[in-house]
Nanobody
Framework: VQLQASGGGLMQAGGSLRLSCAAS????????VAWFRQAPGKEREFVAAIFRSGGITYYTDSVKGRFTISRDNAKNTVYLQMNSLKPEDTAVYYC???????????????????WGQGTQVTVSS
C-alpha cells in the first residue's frame, strides 16, 4: 500500500492550496481517509476525515469553514482544499488511511494503518 501526498507549498495568509493524496495497493473505496498535520515541536493533529462514500466528513474546529475534504474513488485520490490559510496552518500535512477504523477513533493517528510521506505547507503572514 502506498499513499502519496502532494500539493504543499509556500502561500501568503489568505491564500489557497489543494493537497492530494493518491493511493495504490488498497481497495480505496473501502478506506476511511484522513489528513493530519504536524508543526515543529507539536504533536500530530487531526485535520479532517472522509468516510468511504464521501458523504460523511469531519473536521477539527480550527479548519471548519475553511478546509474541505473530498474524494474521487475512481482516481483513488482524496483532496484537501485549504482556503483562507493562516500562519498557524503551517505544518507538514500527512494523509492516512484505514479499512477498519470506527467513527470514534478517527481523530487518533495511531489508529490508522497506512500513511503517506507528508507534504510541507508554509503560510506566511
Amino acid at each position: 500500500v502506498q499513499l502519496q501526498a502532494s500539493g504543499g507549498g509556500l502561500m501568503q495568509a489568505g491564500g489557497s492550496l489543494r493537497l492530494s493524496c493518491a493511493a495504490s495497493g488498497i481497495t480505496f473505496s473501502r478506506a476511511v481517509v484522513a489528513w493530519f498535520r504536524q508543526a515543529p515541536g507539536k504533536e500530530r493533529e487531526f485535520v479532517a476525515a472522509i468516510f468511504r462514500s464521501g458523504g460523511i466528513t469531519y473536521y477539527t474546529d480550527s479548519v471548519k469553514g475553511r478546509f474541505t475534504i473530498s474524494r474521487d474513488n475512481a482516481k483513488n485520490t482524496v483532496y484537501l482544499q485549504m482556503n483562507s490559510l493562516k500562519p498557524e496552518d503551517t505544518a507538514v500535512y500527512y494523509c492516512a488511511a484505514d479499512l477498519r477504523i470506527i467513527l470514534s477513533m478517527i481523530r487518533f493517528p495511531t489508529r490508522y494503518e497506512y500513511w503517506g510521506q507528508g507534504t510541507q505547507v508554509t503560510v506566511s503572514s
